[in-house]
């Protein structure tokens, strides 16, 4: 059984004007996500800014999210690093309060082999479990899992349920798809990309525009699982210009910057994030307002 399908909120971390974590504005943001039709919370991803977090920041924000969203639906902990013993710390840490799966990024900066990544989530899986998300996002780690690894990891550890793809590749998604032959979940995370993720097989999204519109995606994943191509098509094609807004810089400085415009207490980034551009500021704006959220 997928640990979700539909779509899933890589969620922010909304800080204090002193950098410490705003659990208040969480807290609302989480009850509107799920009011919103939000199918699961990625906490402490990329988008929540898990890589500047303290191990106590990093538990203490995955706790708060689980005890809020107390079982409404699934809560999925970050807990991927390019050291293998610090993943498996904070990956057992999450599993004690209560995550109820992991999302583990590949081993960034330092990298490793093909087999080093299959060493890797062994090692993760041998100490938890819960099931656990492979996270492919090359573009930030400069590590791929190569589909045959993906599908070895998936066949061969037994907790490795699912791959978040954000290769940016439909190519070799496809063949990952092929190879799996059902053995592996597979998630887009990339919003520009879900329909054609679903189209080969997907069973949601990890999305960074559910911040913004965790209606809109949630039913445009709802559409196409359903057989209605043509409205969750209309969805995806709706929102890419907001889509491109939301990465007109590094994520998640957009999507904070969105969301403090929105009404949201979504604070500052943490160092070495810098506030949106002016200029971008702009065009989020006007994104914003051609979508109807302004």
């Not at 290769?167 to 059902?182: E, Q, R, T």
Request: hydrophobic share 40%; aromatic share 6%.
């Amino acid at each position: 059984m997928a640990i979700f399908t539909g779509a899933g909120v890589a969620i922010i971390t909304p800080f204090n004007e002193d950098g410490t974590i705003n659990f208040d504005a969480f807290g609302k943001i989480i009850e509107d996500q799920i009011s919103g039709g939000t199918d699961a919370i990625i906490v402490c991803g990329t988008t929540g800014e898990s890589s500047t977090m303290t191990d106590e920041e990093h538990i203490s924000a995955i706790k708060y999210c689980v005890e809020k969203v107390a079982g409404r639906i699934p809560v999925i902990a970050g807990t991927g690093s390019n050291c293998t013993r610090e993943a498996v710390n904070i990956s057992v840490e999450a599993e004690k309060v209560g995550a109820d799966a992991l999302l583990c990024v590949t081993p960034y900066y330092n990298k490793c082999t093909q087999e080093g990544l299959y060493q890797y989530y062994k090692a993760i899986s041998d100490a938890v479990n819960i099931p656990i998300i492979m996270y492919n996002i090359p573009g930030r780690t400069g590590t791929t899992i190569q589909p045959e690894t993906a599908v070895r990891i998936a066949k061969e550890v037994e907790n490795v349920v699912a791959v978040k793809e954000a290769s940016g590749n439909i190519s070799a998604v496809a063949k990952l798809a092929s190879l799996a032959d059902g053995c592996i979940d597979i998630y887009s995370g990339n919003d520009d990309q879900v329909l054609p993720i679903l189209s080969l097989g997907g069973k949601g999204v990890i999305s960074v525009w559910s911040n913004v519109a965790p209606k809109k995606v949630h039913d445009m994943v709802s559409a196409f699982l359903e057989g209605d191509i043509t409205t969750a098509m209309d969805i995806q094609l709706e929102a890419i210009n907001l889509i491109d807004a939301l990465f007109c810089e590094v994520n998640p400085i957009p999507v904070k910057a969105a969301m403090n415009m929105l009404g949201y207490n979504a604070g500052v980034l943490r160092a070495p994030l810098t506030e949106l551009s002016d200029a971008h500021k702009e065009i989020m704006k006007k994104a914003l307002k051609e979508y109807g959220l302004l």
